[in-house]
C-alpha cells in the first residue's frame, strides 16, 4: 500500500541519516527487538508513531486510541480539574463495560496497535478494569 511504501521510504532515511535523534530512536526500537524478542508489528507501530508527528499525511485509522473509562476520581491534586470547584457539576460516570468492550473489538478490526485507558478520571476506578485491559490485550 501506499502507507507501507512511505514508511519502508522513511525508514529507509532515518538509518541513513545524520540526525542523531532519529539513529537514536532506530537503535532503541531495534533494542527492544533484539532483547524483548517484540515482534515487527511493534516496529511497524513505533514507526508509525514517529514518522506521523512529523510528516501528517491520511491513514485508515489513528495510531494510538485514549479510552476513557471514567470521568470519577478520588484525588483531589491541585493541578488537575478534579482538584478544583470547577469540575463540580461535570458528569461522572462510567463507561459501560459492553460500551468499551465494543470499542476496543472496533480498534482490534481497524488494526490500532496501541490504547491508553485515560481521560479525566481515574480508569482503576472502573471495576472492570482489569477484565477490559485483558480484552484489549489479546
Known sequence: TRLQKRLRRTFMKIITNDNYHEQNFFRSTWNKLRVFGIGP???TYRLKWN???RQPFETKAPVHVDLELSSVCDLRCKMCPHGRDTFEGLDKHLLK???ARKVIEEC???GIASMK???RGEA???PKVAELAAYANR
Open 41 to 43: 508489528k511493534y516496529l
Open 51 to 53: 514518522i506521523l508527528a
Open 97 to 99: 463495560y459492553e460500551t
Open 108 to 110: 482490534a478490526e481497524l
Open 117 to 119: 485507558f485515560s481521560g
Open 124 to 126: 482503576t476506578l472502573h
